[in-house]
């Protein structure tokens, strides 16, 4: 056995096979179904010619038959790419052919895209659709649009349905073994340029990522079966990952459920009303979010309307910023509950956690404590003291990714070694506080540069987001001829408000020096973020280049 993916959910199922593995409105898996599906699955993928090491990718919100696949996709020791279901075009002709994918598997909502950048990508042969809700199947049992698309002479991929692929195929557990070295790959759009796939061992993952080193104390978690054993030994926790699973942290929250014989709650669509509907009906435990996007919406729900919330005792927050006067109003409904703000990345795994107190320090991002392996460095590469109040960009070492792939320029860029210490870099800032914490701060890619000082967009949203009317914000950079670039914020507010530029100030002043306040602010209906939350930073800036600012102030207002 490995520290492996699939090895990890298979001792779930040895030991729980009865229990619900995954559940939704109408549906459900037990572990020995989903076992069952995934090997199913696996043996359909290898008679596609799928060898270990070759790509599969997975186009799908989160559904019971996107973990089935993810599933599988590990058996088959294959590496799966998540593919982002709001790209475009251009973004999936990248996805598919930078990744080399050989398999897709997919809704059939997705077909007319699929079926458009298919032609551009040659070594994708096999298509595994998924049936949803959006039409019948063909009598054949391929989705009506990619037959006509095949007949038409549109498509060079063959075309299976996914029911077929699990009814034709033994559902036997007879592949080889497993191994640490097998591979796990995250595409990451990042803030700016095209997705990017970083490549990890599954050993290295599982430690950060996986719950292979303890979220609190930094030891390392080396029996295998300990999930299994705990979670056979103990109740069935009931988890609600709510991204979606083309973000790491909600692939993460549903692996680690099914590594100790947890129930994951399984939902294709966001809202703040049906997330409290949800957690209400199926009684769930732990609820994992990232940041605001969510976070807001749903508290906002709960001042609405009362649900039973009595089940949940943890919420989890990661990869999106969590503001404190969010965070507050949480402390406030689940005071018994514990909530946790998390950091991290794509290219870091997990880099620490707090828990979230009422009235902290709101100044910058996240405040957390560091994992061990999380440092700050210079510029030079040299190692920021623990404690010394300084600015520097977060790094890891030990288990970290082994590069990005088919680009070894990225790589070279983001895996650095200094003085023989091996470091994944990418890119975001941080500062040490007196007390060791470490404070985010943001992505030096998007910060601004005013008058030689740097500012971080999401230390400015953080404050911006304390006024009552603001709902959400993302802050970008504008040209200044005096300051070479000015801060400016997009805002979208509450019920329709128009606040001044001034009473925002007034606010984010209390947080933020006055130079770090918006000069000028841009009011939309909402703030187009990723699907993870995270928010889209090039968005923001056509919005300020397509019209004139809503109110800009004059440089000596907030110049301080």
């Not at 070759?54 to 089935?68: A, F, Q």
């Not at 294709?268 to 919406?297: C, L, S, Y």
């Amino acid at each position: 056995m490995a520290y492996n993916i699939a090895d990890f959910i298979e001792h779930a199922v040895d030991l729980m096979p009865e229990r619900t593995a995954l559940e939704t409105d109408g549906d459900a898996r037990t572990y020995a179904q989903l076992e069952a599906d995934a090997n199913a699955l696996a043996h359909q993928l290898r008679a596609l010619g799928i060898a270990p090491g070759d790509t599969v990718g997975v186009y799908s919100r989160n559904t019971l038959e996107c973990v089935e696949a993810m599933v599988a996709i590990f058996k088959a020791r294959a590496v799966m790419v998540n593919v982002n279901f709001r790209y475009v075009e251009s973004e999936l002709e990248h996805i598919f052919t930078d990744s080399e994918m050989k398999v897709l598997i997919y809704e059939r909502q997705f077909t007319q895209k699929v079926a458009k950048v298919l032609p551009k990508a040659p070594k994708l042969k096999h298509l595994i659709v998924i049936p949803d809700e959006v039409g019948p199947l063909a009598a054949d049992g391929v989705s009506r649009d990619i037959a006509d698309a095949l007949n038409h002479g549109h498509l060079t991929a063959d075309a299976i349905e996914f029911t077929d692929a699990i009814a034709n195929n033994s559902s036997e557990r007879d592949f080889e073994e497993r191994s640490n070295d097998d591979l796990y790959m995250l595409y990451t759009g990042g803030t700016t340029g095209h997705p990017k796939g970083v490549v990890w061992r599954q050993e290295d993952v599982y430690r950060v990522l996986g719950g292979g080193t303890d979220w609190f104390n930094g030891v390392p978690i080396d029996d295998e079966w300990k999930f299994a054993n705990d979670g056979a030994a103990g109740g069935q926790l009931v988890r609600f990952p709510i991204p979606p699973f083309i973000h790491g942290g909600s692939q993460w929250a549903v692996f680690q459920a099914l590594y100790g014989g947890g129930k994951a709650i399984i939902y294709p669509e966001f809202g703040a009303h049906q997330t409290w509907e949800i957690v209400e009906r199926h009684k769930v435990n732990v609820i994992f979010i990232t940041g605001d996007a969510m976070a807001r919406p749903m508290i906002d729900a709960l001042l609405e309307k009362d649900y039973d919330t009595s089940s949940v005792f943890s919420i989890a927050s990661s990869a999106a910023l969590f503001s404190q006067s969010v965070k507050d109003q949480y402390v406030d409904r689940f005071p018994n509950a514990m909530i946790i703000d998390a950091i991290g990345s794509s290219e870091t795994g997990f880099g620490g956690l707090a828990a979230i107190t009422k009235g902290a320090d709101h100044a910058g991002g996240p405040r957390v404590k560091a994992d061990p392996n999380t440092v700050l460095l210079r510029e030079d590469g040299t190692v920021i003291p623990v404690g010394s109040e300084e600015v520097g960009v977060m790094a890891r070492t030990g288990n970290i990714p082994l590069r990005y792939y088919n680009d070894p320029v990225k790589s070279d860029k983001t895996f650095k070694v200094y003085d023989g210490v091996r470091y994944s870099i990418p890119g975001d800032f941080a500062r040490y506080e007196s007390d060791g914490a470490i404070t985010m701060l943001g992505r030096g890619s998007v910060s601004i540069n005013s008058g030689g000082e740097k500012i971080y967009p999401e230390e400015v949203e953080q404050a911006l987001k304390a006024h009552p009317d603001v709902f959400d914000a993302v802050v970008v950079g504008v040209p200044d001829e005096r300051y070479g670039q000015r801060v400016s914020a997009v805002v979208a507010t509450r019920d329709d408000a128009r606040p001044s530029l001034a009473s925002i100030n007034e606010v984010a002043r209390t947080e933020i020096a006055g130079y770090k306040c918006p000069r000028s602010v841009w009011f939309v209906d909402t703030i187009k973020r990723s699907p993870a939350g995270k928010p889209d930073y090039r968005w923001g800036t056509g919005i300020t280049e397509s019209r004139e600012a809503d109110e800009t102030l004059a440089v000596s207002s907030t110049r301080v």
